[in-house]
T-cell receptor
Framework: QKEVEQNSGPLSVPEGAIASLNCTYS??????FFWYRQYSGKSPELIMF????GDKEDGRFTAQLNKASQYVSLLIRDSQPSDSATYLC???????FGAGTRLTVKP | DAGITQSPRYKITETGRQVTLMCHQT?????MFWYRQDLGHGLRLIYY???????DKGEVPDGYVVSRSKTENFPLTLESATRSQTSVYFC??????????FGEGSRLTVL
């Protein structure tokens, strides 16, 4: 059974703090990894993807991948209230999602 | 306009009825996906398709049927709707980068 698991939420951080979101996957054949953000009542939208071990930075967002540990994370620096949303981890080959972590950034 | 569209956006039906949710994309993406989203479960993959006439089961395929006779269309049919199929359904497509592009979702209520 291919599984994608995310750390249980909800997660609450103060404005300006670093939010850390984690995801583990069971299929060692997984090739690519994606983080999506979903606002309430809206469709998910891509934040970033990562294919190779290590870190990938895009603005305030950093994705980290460790294939040996089957672990991918997303760090959000200088968190803003507008970052409050549900964050979804997705893993390909067949693009399965974790259950999501709801993040609240408090002003 | 280019993009991915779902119809209907909202649907109320009764137990036992057949329902078809439509999905159309204009990018000629090879891959298309159907997900359902319920509280506490995130997005669960129902079926996906790598190309026209190629479909595969996802995590929760029971009670659903898909077809893909044309690259741009990927309809999802509930042959005999049940209350447990009340959900929000998202269609998505992806191209070479692997990024998913989602439709706006179809909210289905089965009474």
């Amino acid at each position: 059974q291919k599984e994608v698991e995310q750390n249980s939420g909800p997660l609450s951080v103060p404005e300006g703090a670093i939010a850390s979101l984690n995801c583990t996957y069971s299929d060692r054949g997984s090739q690519s990894f994606f983080w999506y953000r979903q606002y309430s009542g809206k469709s998910p939208e891509l934040i970033m993807f990562i294919y190779s071990n290590g870190d990938k930075e895009d603005g305030r967002f950093t994705a980290q991948l460790n294939k040996a540990s089957q672990y991918v994370s997303l760090l959000i620096r200088d968190s803003q209230p507008s970052d409050s949303a549900t964050y979804l981890c997705a893993v390909r080959v067949d693009m399965r999602f974790g259950a999501g972590t709801r993040l609240t950034v408090k002003p | 306009d280019a993009g991915i569209t779902q119809s209907p956006r909202y649907k109320i039906t009764e137990t036992g009825r057949q329902v078809t949710l439509m999905c159309h994309q204009t990018w000629s993406h090879s891959y298309m996906f159907w997900y359902r989203q319920d509280l506490g479960h995130g997005l669960r993959l129902i079926y996906y398709s790598a190309a026209a006439d190629i479909t595969d089961k996802g995590e929760v395929p029971d009670g659903y049927v898909v077809s893909r006779s044309k690259t741009e269309n990927f309809p999802l049919t509930l042959e005999s709707a049940t209350r447990s199929q009340t959900s929000v359904y998202f269609c998505a497509s992806s191209g070479k980068t692997g990024e998913l592009f989602f439709g706006e979702g179809s909210r289905l209520t089965v009474l």
